[in-house]
């Protein structure tokens, strides 16, 4: 397998990630209650998901494919987080 394919997906995610919430600090969006009180960090990180899954849904250009890898990526973050709170709440 070709180390660069991985290498650039996992990179494509940070940045979505990274303005995603540059763009939700820029926009001075104010942080939700968490709806699960044990998990205010993971909440967070959904809702931050959820913002640079939008500004994705924005973009120009698909960028050679790599805005859908990366939305794909982000839908998955969103999936993953969530589970996490509901394995962590069945425990």
Do not use: C
């Not at 990274?18 to 699960?36: D, F, M, R, T």
């Not at 967070?44 to 994705?56: F, G, N, V």
């Amino acid at each position: 397998m070709n180390l660069w394919k991985p290498l650039a997906l996992v990179s494509t995610s940070a940045l979505v990630m990274l303005v995603g919430y540059q763009a939700a600090s820029a926009n001075g969006a104010h942080h939700q209650e968490p709806s699960s009180v044990g998990f205010p960090h993971m909440e967070a990180a959904i809702a931050r998901l959820r913002e640079a899954r939008h500004e994705l849904d924005n973009a120009e250009h698909n960028k050679g494919g790599w805005r859908d890898r990366a939305i794909e990526s982000t839908d998955r973050a969103i999936a993953e987080s969530k589970r996490g709170i509901e394995w962590a709440g069945d425990r």
